[in-house]
């Protein structure tokens, strides 16, 4: 019965723990000790100030790629499309910035994050229309988006809106008053050489709202019954073609919003290949976190201190790379898609 109860809170807490257990099977294989390793792994990501803040900076766009996927599926999609859509909003958003030069930071800030929600979602929100209308899987429609988006994106980079002078491939650099403040701005015992910034605190606040929404509100509870059964949710009223088309606009913007922390508050620049593939790691995100916000924000989290502990491997181990993270999400992923097996292993019901 405890475990029934806690089933929701539990069954990824074991699947990260049963990741751990490999993966210190595979560091054994090579020749060196899991308890050194992850050691050094966690001292380095969530011991040190330096090591907090750079967890807490890998962590935010993972928790806006990981709500916009979070959010799909409460509505029965899968938004496997939220590389494009922050592609598109950041370019967007770099845009605007640029060339809006000379606007109040009180009028340009604003805008600009407006611009990255509304840019995403828009390209979110096409998946979802052709969904509602015509029947289109929302995953070949936003697979072929991405492809859309990182063509037309670097041809922009590369062509018409190239910061010249630079073999890089990025724009100009944003207005100053299109800037959000990093966070050694605000709090003076943060190191400066700390990229994280503001964009941190606006997903703590997205995740709010988007748990007000779905729980809170009457849309809300629409879209998690057209997740539950679209049949049913018809029967009761409900339009499903709307929700559909809303759900994946709402999915985009998130995921758009990316741009924030990473134009508005890094790089203050559109850099190809900036992402890294967040908006691929937000599904496991989304997955860990079971489709909640709090969920979300602690698999973020924890995928943060993966990336930020990644980097020390190379330097105090022979043996092992950074990859070892990259098997480490595979895995974790994996066994959150198998927690049956673990419901079997503890009793918390049989599986259906």
Same mark, same amino acid.
């Given at each position: 019965?405890?475990?029934?109860?806690?089933?929701? &809170?539990?069954?990824?807490?074991?699947?990260? #723990?049963?990741?751990?257990?490999?993966?210190? &099977?595979?560091?054994l294989?090579?020749?060196?000790?899991? @308890?050194?390793?992850?050691?050094?792994?966690?001292?380095?990501?969530?011991?040190?100030? =330096?090591g &907090?803040?750079?967890?807490?900076?890998?962590?935010?766009?993972?928790?806006?790629?990981?709500?916009?996927?979070?959010?799909?599926?409460?509505?029965?999609?899968? =938004?496997?499309?939220?590389?494009?859509? /922050?592609?598109?909003?950041a370019?967007?958003?770099?845009?605007?910035?640029?060339?809006?030069?000379?606007?109040?930071?009180?009028?340009?800030?604003?805008?600009?994050?407006?611009?990255?929600?509304?840019?995403?979602?828009?390209?979110?929100?096409?998946?979802?229309?052709?969904?509602?209308?015509?029947?289109?899987h929302?995953?070949?429609?936003?697979?072929?988006?991405?492809?859309i988006?990182?063509? /037309? !994106? =670097?041809?922009l980079?590369?062509g018409?809106?190239?910061?010249?002078?630079?073999? &890089?491939?990025?724009?100009?650099?944003?207005?100053?008053?299109?800037?959000?403040?990093? !966070?050694?701005? *605000?709090?003076?015992?943060?190191?400066?050489?700390?990229? *994280?910034?503001?964009?941190?605190?606006? $997903?703590?606040?997205?995740?709010?709202?988007?748990? *007000?929404? *779905?729980?809170?509100t009457?849309?809300?509870?629409?879209?998690?019954?057209?997740?539950?059964?679209?049949? !049913?949710?018809?029967?009761? %009223?409900?339009?499903?073609?709307?929700?559909?088309? #809303?759900a994946?606009?709402i999915?985009? %913007?998130? $995921?758009?919003?990316v741009?924030?922390?990473?134009?508005?508050?890094?790089?203050?620049?559109?850099?190809?290949?900036?992402?890294?593939?967040?908006?691929? !790691?937000?599904? +496991?995100? $989304?997955? @860990?976190?079971?489709?909640?916000?709090?969920?979300?924000?602690?698999? +973020? #989290?924890?995928?943060?201190?993966? =990336?930020?502990?990644?980097?020390?491997?190379?330097?105090?181990?022979?043996?092992?790379?950074?990859?070892?993270v990259?098997?480490?999400?595979?895995?974790?992923?994996?066994?959150?898609?198998?927690?049956?097996?673990?419901?079997?292993?503890?009793?918390?019901?049989?599986?259906?």
């Open positions: 019965m405890f475990f029934k109860k806690y089933e929701v &809170i539990l069954l990824p807490v074991i699947s990260v #723990l049963a990741a751990g257990l490999v993966g210190a &099977i595979m560091i294989a090579v020749g060196e000790s899991p @308890l050194e390793v992850y050691w050094i792994f966690f001292k380095n990501s969530l011991f040190t100030l =330096n &907090i803040g750079y967890t807490l900076f890998y962590a935010t766009p993972l928790i806006f790629t990981g709500l916009a996927v979070a959010f799909g599926f409460r509505c029965g999609l899968f =938004n496997i499309g939220a590389e494009g859509q /922050l592609y598109i909003a370019m967007s958003v770099a845009l605007v910035g640029i060339y809006l030069d000379g606007y109040s930071a009180w009028i340009l800030v604003p805008l600009c994050m407006v611009v990255a929600f509304v840019t995403g979602g828009i390209w979110g929100g096409i998946p979802g229309l052709l969904k509602a209308k015509f029947g289109g929302e995953v070949i429609n936003t697979i072929m988006m991405n492809l988006a990182f063509s /037309l !994106v =670097n041809y980079v590369v018409p809106f190239h910061r010249k002078g630079t073999a &890089i491939l990025e724009t100009d650099y944003i207005s100053e008053a299109a800037r959000i403040p990093r !966070v050694h701005e *605000l709090l003076p015992f943060i190191p400066k050489t700390l990229p *994280l910034n503001m964009g941190f605190v606006v $997903a703590l606040f997205a995740c709010l709202v988007t748990y *007000l929404i *779905l729980w809170k009457k849309w809300g509870y629409e879209i998690r019954a057209v997740g539950i059964s679209n049949s !049913v949710s018809e029967y009761a %009223g409900i339009s499903v073609k709307k929700n559909l088309v #809303l994946m606009f999915s985009g %913007g998130f $995921a758009g919003m741009a924030i922390p990473e134009v508005m508050g890094y790089r203050y620049t559109f850099h190809d290949s900036f992402s890294a593939g967040v908006g691929f !790691v937000g599904i +496991a995100v $989304a997955l @860990l976190g079971r489709n909640h916000p709090g969920g979300v924000i602690l698999a +973020a #989290l924890l995928f943060g201190a993966l =990336n930020r502990g990644s980097l020390f491997l190379d330097l105090n181990f022979d043996n092992l790379s950074k990859d070892l990259m098997v480490l999400q595979g895995v974790i992923v994996l066994f959150v898609a198998t927690d049956k097996l673990f419901k079997k292993i503890l009793s918390f019901g049989k599986p259906s």
